[in-house]
C-alpha cells in the first residue's frame, strides 16, 4: 500500500503534464487496438457487403452486353414485379395477423407467471421458452410432421390440409407463435418484474380483483416493452424465410418460389442466377427494415439508459 | 384467503396447463415417434408408443451414408464453440474499449454500430456469398466461422454490462500498480465481466448451432454441413421421395439428438438466458 502511493506520487511529481499526455496516447492507442477486430469484421461482413449489394443491384447482366450499369431499372422492375408485390403483400398480412396474436399469447403468459408464484408456473416458465431453443429448422420439420396426414395426430381429428393454400399461411404461423411466444413472455416478464409493487399493492388494498390488476394497471405500465417486442417481431416476418423454405417440399403448389420477398430473393440468385435482381429485392427489404428499426430506435430512445 | 382468490387461483393455472400442452406436444411427439420404425410411424397412434426401435434408430441415425450424420453433429459443435468463443472475445474486447477507454471516434464508432445493429443478417447473406467466393472462401470452415465474429449486438451488451459494474477505481489501481493495459484488461476487466460474457457466449453459441440460411447458402460438401442443413436435405430427399436413402423415422431421430443438448444446456444454464433476455429487454 505505501509503496503504491509513493510510485504514483513520484510519478506525479517528476512528470505532471507531459506523462498525462503520453498516458492519454496510449489509451488511446489501446483502444484502438481493442476495438480494432470489431472494426475489421464490422468492414468485412457487414458495410462491405451492404455496398456490394447495392452495387450489384445498379447493373445488370445480359449474354448480350455482359454487365452493365442500368442505374435503377433492377428497382423498377422489382416494384412492377406481381411475384414481388404478392410476397410483400403475404408477408404484411402476416405480419398484421400473427403478431398480435403471437405478443397477446406472450402477454397472457407473461401476466400469469408474474401473477402465480407456485411451482407449477415456474415449469410453465420453462415449458413455453423451450421451443426457442430448438432451432427454427428443427422446429419446422417437427411441425411438417405434425401437420402430415399420415403421421401427424390432427389429421385424424380435425380433417383439414393444414398445408393447402387456404390454411397453409395460418399453419406457418403457428409455427412462428410456438417456437417466440416464450421469449416473448420471458422479455415482458422482465419488465413485469422491474414494476414497482406498491402501485398494485394499493389498487389490491381498494378491492381489484388479480385480473382487473393484470389488465388496468400492469399491462399499461409496461406498453414500451410491448410495442418493442411487437415492432420487433414485425421486423422479423418481414424477413420471412426459413419456415417456408423448410415445408415447400411437402406442398410446392401452395409454397411457392415466391412465397415471400426472402424465399423469391434466394430463389432467383441460387435457382436462376439473377444476382444483380436479387441483390435489388434483398437490398429493398433489408433498407425497410433497417429503416423501420432505426426510426423506432430514435423515437424511444428518450426513453432509455443511452 | 378467501374462496373468490382461491378460484381466481385455479383458473390461472387452468390457462398455463393448456398452454403447456401446446408448447410440449411437439417434443412428446418427437419423442414418441423416435421410438417407432417407418412403418409404426404411419400405422400407429401418433401419441403414444408402439413396438420400441429407438436403439435401431439411433444405430441407422448414425450408420446412414457411412455416418455423416455424425460428422454434421461434429461440424455443428465446431462452428458453435469457434463462432461463439470467437465473437465473445471480439466483442469482449471492443465492448470494453467502448465503456473504459477514451480514444478518439469512439463515440462516432459506437453510434455506428447503434445504426448498424438493425440491419437485418438475411440481406446480408446473399452479397456475402458473392465476396467470399470472389475471396475464394466459399465452401469451406471459414465461410460459416468468419461472418459468425461478428455480433454488434453482444459489443453492445458488453459495453452496457462493463459500463455499470467496472469502476473506473479498480482500472485505475491497477494502472498504478504498473501493469499494462492488455494485463488491466485480462486480470481486472475480464473477471468483472464474467456474467455478461457467459451470456454473449452462450447466445453467440446458440445462434450458431441454430444458423440454417449462411451455411444453407455458403456450403456444397455435404462433409461441411452443420446439422441443420444436412437434416435438411434428408427431409428434402425424404418427402420428395427422390433416390434419398433417409427414411422418415430417421430423420425424426435425428432431429431428437440434434435438440437433446441445446435442451440440456437451455436447462442448465437458464440464469445466463435470463440475463440476456433482461439486458436485451432494458434496452
Known amino acids: ?306 | 384467503m378467501n374462496p373468490r382468490s382461491e378460484r381466481a387461483g385455479f383458473v390461472p393455472h387452468l390457462v398455463m396447463g393448456l398452454m403447456a400442452v401446446y408448447f410440449l406436444l411437439p417434443f412428446w411427439w418427437l419423442l414418441v415417434a423416435a421410438t417407432k420404425d417407418n412403418d409404426g410411424l404411419f400405422l400407429s397412434a401418433p401419441l403414444w408408443f408402439s413396438e420400441f426401435h429407438l436403439v435401431g434408430n439411433l444405430k441407422t441415425v448414425f450408420s446412414q451414408e457411412n455416418g455423416i450424420y455424425l460428422v454434421w453433429l461434429r461440424n455443428s459443435a465446431l462452428y458453435a464453440l469457434v463462432s461463439g468463443a470467437g465473437a465473445t472475445a471480439v466483442s469482449a474486447l471492443a465492448g470494453y474499449a467502448f465503456a473504459k477507454l477514451r480514444f478518439p471516434g469512439r463515440t462516432k464508432l459506437f453510434a455506428l454500430l447503434l445504426g448498424l445493429i438493425m440491419v437485418p443478417a438475411t440481406a446480408l447473406v446473399l452479397p456475402t456469398y458473392l465476396l467470399m467466393s470472389q475471396a475464394g472462401l466459399v465452401d469451406s470452415i471459414w465461410a460459416v466461422i468468419l461472418p459468425s465474429l461478428l455480433n454488434p449486438f453482444g459489443v453492445y451488451l458488453l459495453r452496457v454490462y462493463t459500463h455499470e459494474s467496472l469502476p473506473d477505481e479498480m482500472l485505475e489501481a491497477a494502472r498504478i500498480d504498473g501493469a499494462g493495459e492488455l494485463r488491466v484488461f485480462t486480470s481486472v476487466a475480464l473477471p468483472a465481466m464474467r456474467p455478461a460474457l457467459v451470456t454473449v457466449l452462450l447466445f453467440s453459441m446458440v445462434a450458431s448451432w441454430n444458423n440454417f440460411f449462411l451455411p444453407l447458402v455458403m456450403l456444397s460438401d455435404d462433409h461441411l454441413f452443420p446439422l441443420t442443413v444436412g437434416l435438411r436435405t434428408w427431409y428434402m430427399s425424404a418427402t420428395l421421395g427422390n433416390g434419398g436413402e433417409a427414411l422418415f423415422n430417421v430423420i425424426v431421430t435425428g432431429a431428437l439428438v440434434a435438440i437433446v443438448p441445446l435442451i440440456a444446456a437451455f436447462l442448465l444454464l437458464q440464469r445466463y438466458w435470463r440475463g440476456g433476455l433482461t439486458i436485451g429487454a432494458v434496452k
Open chain 1, 1 to 306: 500500500m505505501t509503496q503504491v502511493e509513493t510510485r504514483s506520487a513520484a510519478a506525479t511529481a517528476v512528470a505532471g503534464p507531459p506523462t498525462k499526455k503520453r498516458r492519454h496516447l496510449r489509451e488511446a492507442m489501446t483502444g484502438w487496438l481493442f476495438v480494432l477486430p470489431f472494426v475489421v469484421l464490422l468492414v468485412a461482413f457487414l458495410l462491405l457487403p451492404m455496398a456490394y449489394a447495392f452495387k450489384l443491384s445498379l447493373y445488370r447482366s445480359t449474354l448480350i452486353e455482359g454487365e452493365h450499369f442500368a442505374f435503377l431499372e433492377n428497382y423498377t422492375q422489382a416494384f412492377k414485379d406481381p411475384l414481388v408485390r404478392e410476397g410483400v403483400v403475404r408477408v404484411i398480412v402476416f405480419g398484421l395477423v400473427q403478431t398480435p396474436v403471437m405478443i397477446g399469447i406472450a402477454l397472457l403468459a407473461a401476466l400469469l407467471i408474474d401473477h402465480a408464484t407456485s411451482r407449477f408456473s415456474r415449469f410453465f416458465r420453462l415449458a413455453a421458452f423451450v421451443p426457442y431453443a430448438v432451432p427454427v429448422v428443427i422446429g419446422t420439420l417437427m411441425w411438417g410432421f405434425l401437420y402430415s396426414e399420415n403421421v401427424g395426430p390432427f389429421n385424424s381429428l380435425l380433417h383439414i390440409d393444414f398445408l393447402s393454400s387456404d390454411v397453409v399461411l395460418a399453419s406457418l404461423g403457428n409455427v412462428v407463435t410456438w417456437q417466440w411466444a416464450g421469449y416473448n413472455m420471458i422479455v415482458l416478464y422482465a419488465a413485469l418484474q422491474g414494476l414497482p409493487r406498491e402501485v398494485y399493492e394499493s389498487a389490491r388494498i381498494d378491492g381489484a380483483g388479480p385480473a382487473q390488476i393484470a389488465w388496468r394497471i400492469k399491462t399499461p405500465m409496461i406498453s414500451s416493452a410491448i410495442v418493442l417486442a411487437t415492432l420487433f417481431t414485425i421486423l422479423g416476418t418481414l424477413q420471412f424465410f426459413t419456415e417456408p423454405l423448410i415445408l415447400q417440399p411437402l406442398n410446392p403448389g401452395s409454397i411457392t418460389q415466391h412465397y415471400t420477398p426472402n424465399v423469391y430473393a434466394f430463389n432467383q440468385a441460387f435457382s436462376f442466377q439473377q444476382y444483380n435482381y436479387s441483390a435489388a429485392i434483398s437490398f429493398l427489404l433489408g433498407a425497410v427494415v433497417f429503416v423501420g428499426s432505426y426510426i423506432f430506435l430514435f423515437a424511444t430512445r428518450k426513453r432509455s439508459a443511452l
